[in-house]
C-alpha cells in the first residue's frame, strides 16, 4: 500500500480547504448577505462535493495520522499491522465521513 | 590527515547536536504532534458544533459562535490546524523545492498564507462572539 502519498495529498488539499472555513467564519461575521452567498455555494452541487471531499480529506489524514502516532511510539511496524493500520485509516476515512454526512443531512434537513 | 581547522572553541558535536537539516532540531516534529493531538481531542466538539451550524441562516450561526465555550473550541481548532499545516507545507516544500531562492519564497508565501487564514478566521470568530 502506498498510502503515505495520499497522507501528504489530503494535508495540501486540507491547506486549500481552509480558504473554504475561512470565507464561511468572515461571512458568518459580516451579514446575512454575505453568508447566503457561501450557502449558494456550498449548497450546489460542485460546492457538496467540495465539502465532501474536504470531509474525507479531514477525517482520512487524521485516522491515517493516528498511524503515524503508534510509528512514533515505535509500534505497528510488521507488515500486518502495516496493512491493517493502513486499510483501518482507509475504510474509516471513508466510513466516518458517509457517517457525518448522513448526520448532516438528518439535523440539517438536507442542508 | 589533519582536522578542518575551527575558529570556534565548541566541539563539532555541540555544533550540530539537535540541530540537522533544518537548523532549527526536532522543534517543528515536535510541535507537528503537539498540534496533531490537540486537534484530534478536538475534533469531535469541532464536528458537533459544524453539525449545528448546518442548515442555520447567517442570525442562527452568530447565535452559536457567541457561545463562549463553542468559541474556544473553534479559536483552539483554528490555531492547532494553522500551526500544523504551516509545518506540513513547508516539509512538502523543502522536500520538493529544491532551487534555494524559490524555495526561502515559497517557505515564506507559506507562512503569510497560514497566518492570514488563522487570523481572519479568528477575527471572524471574535467578532460574532463579542456580538459585534
Given at each position: 500500500?502506498?498510502?503515505?502519498?495520499?497522507h501528504r495529498a489530503t494535508g495540501v488539499a486540507?491547506?486549500?480547504?481552509?480558504?473554504?472555513?475561512?470565507?464561511?467564519?468572515?461571512?458568518?461575521?459580516?451579514?446575512?448577505?454575505?453568508?447566503?452567498?457561501?450557502?449558494?455555494?456550498?449548497?450546489?452541487?460542485?460546492?457538496?462535493?467540495?465539502?465532501?471531499?474536504?470531509?474525507?480529506?479531514?477525517?482520512?489524514?487524521?485516522?491515517?495520522?493516528?498511524?503515524?502516532?503508534?510509528?512514533?511510539?515505535?509500534?505497528?511496524?510488521?507488515?500486518?499491522?502495516?496493512?491493517?493500520?493502513?486499510?483501518?485509516?482507509?475504510?474509516?476515512?471513508?466510513?466516518?465521513?458517509?457517517?457525518?454526512?448522513?448526520?448532516?443531512?438528518?439535523?440539517?434537513?438536507?442542508? | 590527515?589533519?582536522?578542518?581547522?575551527?575558529?570556534?572553541?565548541?566541539?563539532?558535536?555541540?555544533?550540530?547536536?539537535?540541530?540537522?537539516?533544518?537548523?532549527?532540531?526536532?522543534?517543528?516534529?515536535?510541535?507537528?504532534?503537539?498540534?496533531?493531538?490537540?486537534?484530534?481531542?478536538?475534533?469531535?466538539?469541532?464536528?458537533v458544533v459544524v453539525l449545528m451550524l448546518v442548515?442555520?441562516?447567517?442570525?442562527?450561526?452568530?447565535?452559536?459562535?457567541?457561545?463562549?465555550?463553542?468559541?474556544?473550541?473553534?479559536?483552539?481548532?483554528?490555531?492547532?490546524?494553522?500551526?500544523?499545516?504551516?509545518?506540513?507545507?513547508?516539509?512538502?516544500?523543502?522536500?520538493?523545492?529544491?532551487?534555494?531562492?524559490?524555495?526561502?519564497?515559497?517557505?515564506?508565501?507559506?507562512?503569510?498564507?497560514?497566518?492570514?487564514?488563522?487570523?481572519?478566521?479568528?477575527?471572524?470568530?471574535?467578532?460574532?462572539?463579542?456580538?459585534?
Amino acid at each position: 500500500m502506498a498510502l503515505s502519498i495520499v497522507h501528504r495529498a489530503t494535508g495540501v488539499a486540507l491547506y486549500f480547504g481552509t480558504l473554504l472555513l475561512a470565507w464561511w467564519l468572515i461571512a458568518a461575521a459580516s451579514g446575512p448577505g454575505a453568508y447566503a452567498n457561501v450557502q449558494a455555494f456550498t449548497g450546489s452541487f460542485i460546492g457538496r462535493l467540495i465539502v465532501f471531499g474536504y470531509t474525507w480529506a479531514l477525517l482520512h489524514h487524521l485516522l491515517s495520522g493516528l498511524r503515524h502516532f503508534v510509528w512514533d511510539l515505535g509500534y505497528g511496524y510488521k507488515p500486518s499491522e502495516r496493512e491493517g493500520m493502513t486499510w483501518g485509516a482507509l475504510i474509516g476515512g471513508i466510513s466516518l465521513t458517509v457517517l457525518v454526512w448522513i448526520v448532516a443531512y438528518t439535523v440539517g434537513g438536507g442542508r | 590527515m589533519n582536522a578542518p581547522k575551527s575558529s570556534s572553541m565548541r566541539t563539532p558535536l555541540a555544533r550540530v547536536r539537535a540541530l540537522g537539516a533544518s537548523h532549527s532540531g526536532t522543534s517543528d516534529f515536535w510541535r507537528q504532534r503537539l498540534t496533531a493531538v490537540a486537534m484530534t481531542l478536538l475534533i469531535v466538539p469541532v464536528i458537533v458544533v459544524v453539525l449545528m451550524l448546518v442548515g442555520s441562516n447567517q442570525a442562527g450561526a452568530k447565535q452559536i459562535f457567541s457561545s463562549v465555550p463553542i468559541a474556544i473550541i473553534m479559536l483552539l481548532f483554528i490555531v492547532a490546524s494553522a500551526w500544523h499545516m504551516k509545518i506540513g507545507m513547508q516539509v512538502v516544500i523543502e522536500d520538493y523545492v529544491h532551487n534555494e531562492k524559490i524555495k526561502l519564497a515559497s517557505v515564506m508565501a507559506n507562512n503569510f498564507f497560514c497566518i492570514a487564514v488563522a487570523l481572519a478566521s479568528i477575527y471572524a470568530i471574535l467578532k460574532m462572539s463579542s456580538g459585534v
